[in-house]
Every structure is written in C-alpha cells, then in structure tokens.
C-alpha cells in the first residue's frame, strides 16, 4: 500500500516538472536567440535578438540593429515601441528584415523549448538559443 502511494506521488511529482512548452517573460528574460536559416545559401547575416532587463528586446534584424519593449501576451511575443539604426541593404534584406520587424510589432505566436524558440508568422522563424550576449 505504502509502495503505491509512494509510486503514485512520484508519479504526480514528475508530470509537474516536465515542460509544457509555454513561455512566460521569466522563461526568457536574460536569453539570447539566433535564427536559423532553412537556406544554406543564404547571403544575409542571421538576426539575432535578446532580452534584457524589464524585458527590453536588443538585437540586429539582418541589416540595422533594433531594441523595443518586449510583452508576452496570450502565447504571443509583441514588441513596442521599436526603434533602430537606418542604414540602407540590398532590397532582399531590407524586405527580410521589415518582415521580422512587422511581425514582432503586430504580435508573434510562440513555441519554446529549452534550446529553440520558434515565432509564428506566415512563415515558421526558427531560432536557437545562443550563450552569451551580443555586442
């Protein structure tokens, strides 16, 4: 009897801690993140971002570099009041990189796992978990 108590504690125990994959403000707060490209070929440079204290977002978008005030709501990553460096690329970046941009203003569906957070657009934007922070 003590046995299967002590199995069905564990049990109940276990379940708790295994990840659920939502994703909260402290879940991400002092995280830096890289995309990955499903184009190997692909002559951008990879946009990188991270969150800072209050949840400040910093990063570079493929051209100019950013920094917003991040919120997670519902599930989704919004980022507000968005501003950044005006150099001028290629029409290919500059479109990748207003693309990432719009869809963190106007809100991003979030899936996380420990080394991988994935935002949600009309494309999947995959990204890994980097060490460190960026300069």
Known sequence: MKYSFLLCLLSVV??????TGTVNVDTLKYSSWQYVSEDSDA??????FEFLDAFRVNGFAG?????GQGEIRSGQL???????????????TNTYEDEFLNLLQIGAPLQYSENELILEGDVKW?????KGHFD
């Open 14 to 19: 276990l379940m708790g801690c295994s990840s």
């Open 43 to 48: 002559e951008t440079q990879p946009i990188q």
């Open 63 to 67: 051209c100019n570099r950013f920094f």
């Open 78 to 92: 919004f980022v507000s009041n968005i501003g950044m460096t005006r150099k001028l690329c290629d029409e290919a």
């Open 126 to 130: 995959r990204f890994k978990l980097v």
